[in-house]
C-alpha cells in the first residue's frame, strides 16, 4: 500500500521543533502498516528534518547552538538579497538535509526509545512550512 500526504506546519520561532506526533496524526494509515517506511520530505531550501534525542528539552536547544556556530551568519556571503539569516539558513539546510526515512513496524514508526523527528528552522522568521510524508508497505 501506498499513501501519501502533505502536511503543512504552521510558523514557528528559529530552532529545531519536535514534529513527530503531527506526523503521526496527519497518517491514520500508519497504524495497518505491519512493515514499511515512511519518507518525510521538506519542500523548503531554509528549513531541514533531523531525527534526534526528544526526552531532554535541553537538546533543541543545544543542537540549535551548536549549528549557528558551524554556521555563522557574520560569515561574507555573496547571497544576501533576503537577510543576513537567509544564506546561513541554506547552508545549514544542506547540511541536516531535506528528508528523513523512517522504518514502520506494527503500526508505528520504529524509532529508538528516545528519538524524535525534528523540523529545523533556519530564518529568523520562518514561513509555513510543507512536509510531503510518503509511506509505504504491507499493510494487514
Not at 10 to 33: D, K, S
Not at 42 to 71: C, G, K
Not at 90 to 96: G, I, N, Q
Amino acid at each position: 500500500m501506498w499513501v501519501q500526504q502533505r502536511l503543512s506546519m504552521p510558523p514557528v520561532a528559529r530552532g529545531f521543533h519536535l514534529v513527530t506526533p503531527q506526523i503521526v496524526a496527519a497518517l491514520p494509515e500508519l497504524a495497518t502498516m505491519t512493515v514499511g517506511l515512511l519518507h518525510v520530505f521538506i519542500q523548503h531550501t531554509s528549513a531541514s528534518l533531523s531525527i534526534n534525542e526528544n526526552a531532554d528539552p535541553d537538546v533543541p536547544v543545544d543542537l540549535e547552538n551548536s549549528i549557528n556556530s558551524l554556521v555563522p551568519e557574520d560569515f561574507a556571503y555573496t547571497h544576501t538579497l533576503e537577510g543576513p539569516d537567509d544564506m546561513p539558513a541554506h547552508v545549514k539546510a544542506s547540511l541536516l538535509g531535506s528528508s528523513v526515512t523512517i522504518p514502520v513496524s506494527d503500526g508505528r514508526l520504529a524509532l529508538g526509545t528516545w528519538q524524535g523527528v525534528y523540523l529545523c528552522e533556519h530564518r529568523d522568521r520562518g514561513t509555513r512550512r510543507h512536509l510531503l510524508l510518503t509511506l509505504w508497505g504491507a499493510a494487514d
